[in-house]
């Protein structure tokens, strides 16, 4: 064999060894891309899971949320910042959504979180306090979503059941 051969045999081989790298490096980009849209799923989950819990903890907030009477100033704080941390989740989820790491449909499922804090007047009347504390391009979404939607009855509906 001579040495031309030899050069062409490890130019052949090095070829290889760069394709297998580069099969490699796509797999692992893949598996990491497919872990963080697991991680961005948990997390969604614990957030959604812990203003479900806020609920359980504090079911005042249902009738606070849709009383007649003007609610207490400790009563409002409560509302106040129970809607940041809802908001806040869905912003987050806005965020993964507009980075790609979760899909159209989950994003639309998740903000149909944003339709229930949202429902009432009061809860619209916090909103429009607290929202200067959320991404500009979030409040535009969210905005657009609650044009001409009507208030909901839930906490009525509840307060009837016997």
Known sequence: ??????????????VFVVAATLIYLALQVHLGARQMRSEARQAQLTYDQTGVY????????????SQKETPSFEEKTKLFFWMIGQMRAREYEWLQYQNGAITEESWETYSGVIYFVLGTERGRALWQVCKGCFNPGFVEQVAAMMT???????????????
């Not at 064999?1 to 090095?14: C, N, R, S, W």
């Not at 806020?54 to 949320?65: A, H, N, Q, S, T």
């Not at 009507?150 to 509906?157: F, S, Y």
Request: glycine share 8%.
């Open 148 to 162: 001409d939607v009507p208030q909901i009855d839930l906490w009525d509906q509840l307060q009837e059941i016997g």
């Open 54 to 65: 806020k609920f359980v903890d504090f079911p005042e907030l249902g009738r606070i949320f």
């Open 1 to 14: 064999m001579t040495l031309e051969q030899a050069v062409l045999i490890a130019q052949i081989i090095g």
